[in-house]
Antibody, heavy 123, light 107 residues
């Protein structure tokens, strides 16, 4: 069974840095073609893709947040870590990690997803 | 960025109804389109990828079609467990973008 579990702080103050960990089981972060992505959902709003790290350590970021984001993986611990700097109340959202699977170059999807973790930014 | 527009934003229907949700993209994405179902307090679950390929264990009452800029998700006969929010996502180019969601409610 493949599972992903997010963990990290639930409350941050503006300007602080968010560090979230995605712990995975049931697959290896080194498996060719696989990746792990982070997606967030502000209250009542659409899902927003943030970042993705591939099996070969290639990293991809949303251009709108690229300057604030960092994604890394620790294969030995089966974890993917997302860092988002300079948090703002507008960053309040449920943050999900999800396995990215692909078939060919363009066919790719997120499945499964973790249960998500709500991060609130407030002074 | 590729913009995703879903319609309707909400929909009331009854058990047994056939419903269709549409997703329009701001540029041609061929068939690189995924559909997810999300229930309150739960993570999104993949229903369909590549516009029309059903994810394993997804009931066959779900179907998807479309290519280019216009796509549709159809549920042929609504079941009680289908009342949820549905959203589309393009995988053609980064940044990957999602539709705003269609909330399917019980009439």
């Amino acid at each position: 069974q493949i599972t992903l579990t997010e963990s990290g702080p639930t409350l941050l103050k503006p300007t602080q840095t968010l560090t979230l960990t995605c712990s995975v089981s049931g697959f290896s972060l080194n498996t060719s073609g696989l990746g792990v992505g982070w997606i967030r959902q502000p209250p009542g709003k659409a899902l927003e893709w943030l970042a993705l790290i591939y099996w070969d350590d290639d990293e991809r970021y949303s251009p709108s947040l690229k300057n604030r984001l960092s994604i890394t993986k620790d294969t030995s611990r089966n974890q993917v870590v997302l860092t988002l700097t300079n948090m703002d109340p507008l960053d309040t959202a449920i943050y999900y990690c999800a396995r990215r699977k692909s078939s060919g170059i363009y066919y790719n999807w997120f499945d499964p997803w973790g249960q998500g973790t709500l991060v609130t930014v407030s002074s | 960025d590729i913009q995703m527009t879903q319609s309707p934003s909400s929909l009331s229907a009854s058990v047994g109804d056939r419903v269709t949700i549409t997703c329009r993209t701001s540029q041609n994405i061929r068939n690189y389109l995924n559909w997810y179902q999300q229930k309150p307090g739960k993570a999104p679950q993949l229903l369909i990828y590549a516009a029309s390929t059903l994810q394993s264990e997804v009931p066959p009452r779900f179907s998807g079609n479309g290519s280019g800029t216009d796509f549709a998700l159809t549920i042929s006969s609504l079941q009680p467990e289908d009342f949820a929010t549905y959203c589309c996502q393009q995988s053609y180019s980064r940044p990957y973008t999602f539709g705003q969601g269609t909330k399917l409610e019980i009439k």
